[in-house]
């Protein structure tokens, strides 16, 4: 049966979470406050760079089930269930910002009226125990406006995102499960049933137990990447290949093979993100978080690894043309949030090297991400068209994306070069018939 749902916010999660809701026959509305994102949207124009979103929206749009706005008071008016999808960074103590969040609730809040009753669900990733802070703030918004019992005009319900960026409708349309956490399980039942046709797994619980579901499940997988990371480091040394050493790993099903190959280090809007709020929140319950926190020291020190193996074949890197493939934090995506292409090509040009960058969808972000180097080293910071392109006249080619595109090249241009695979995507073998100077990441 279709119901009436507003989504706040229309980045990755808002706009993939709407869309989708819509194309399973839901009346849609999603809200964004930036005007010029919203005139895009109702022309069917995606944003944001993610697959298959674009097939989804435009079906959702030409069937009537998806509007979108800027006004607050049409979208909490026509609609039952308020679905909150906007941002929460880090602050510099790891902890998250939660300010865009308040400031949907008390715009929510400035539109209920004496007899109405919303479902507020948290789709954005907040710190557990925000639920229930959120119900009394809430309360508190709309007994300032006098509202009479509160309580009675709403809910909070916890319904954490798992979608990966590239494979984010994929994984809305065919989750892993669904989680949705209330203090009033009716609710969470309501919540849930919004998922119905996809007949997922399902797990409704209470409202800290939801929230902590999220952290958990991402803190775990950065750790099993810091991990492999940690045990790549060891096997250079060792003379071990930390590829096969990861297979024989993966094939044990209480590991699995996912999430287990050694590289330069993770990055995006989520395992960062996630698991400095983990370690804050630890930490306010006089809780030592320290697994947690050497997974974050290792993936920082991992991320200049590419440089320091550069560095053993040339240890003054100044004046060097360096080439680089792949700038977004991973493949299938145009973000750049802790992409480990930030601090490689930072540190390259602090130390005087010339970059030639190219990325298949990110250069845009890219630019906007290093407008101050643009500035300061506006010879020494090239971005290229074409993958190619950056090879011409390079001394060495660091990989720090693993797009598609990479898989197949000509070998022949890596000739003579220094090739650094920051994600193991080649055959060392092969690699090494066209330069001596390769290097993998936990290889011999």
Known sequence: MSKKIAVIGTGYVGLVSGACFAYLGHKVIGLDIDPEKIERLKKGEVPIYEP?????????????NIEFTTDYSHAVKNSDFIFIAVGTPSREDGSADLSYVESAYRSIVSQIEQGDFKIIVNKSTVPVGTGRWAKKFISDLLRNRGIENP?????????PEFLREGKAVEDFMKPDRVVVGADNRD????????YEKLQPAMIITDLPTAEMIKYASNSFLATKISFINEIANICEKAGADVTVVARGMGLDHRISPHFLNAGCGFGGSCFPKDVKALVYTAKQYDVKPELLE??????????????????KYYPSLSGLIVGVWGLAFKPDTDDMREAPSIPIIKRLLSAGATVKAYDPVATENARKVFKEELQKYPEKLIFVKDKYEALEGVDALLLITEW?????????RFRNK???DGRNLWE???????TEKYEGIGKP
Do not use: C, W
């Open 418 to 420: 220094v090739i650094i």
């Open 52 to 64: 298959g979103l674009d097939k989804i929206l435009r079906q959702a749009i030409d069937n009537g």
């Open 428 to 434: 060392p073998s092969i690699v090494r018939r066209y």
């Open 294 to 311: 050497a997974t974050l020291d290792v993936n920082e020190r991992q991320k200049l690894v590419l440089v320091e193996k550069l560095k």
């Open 151 to 159: 309580e009675d005009h709403f809910e909070v319900v916890s319904n």
């Open 404 to 412: 598609s595109e990479f898989k197949d090249v000509d070998f022949e």
């Open 187 to 194: 609710y969470a039942g309501m919540v849930a049933s919004l």
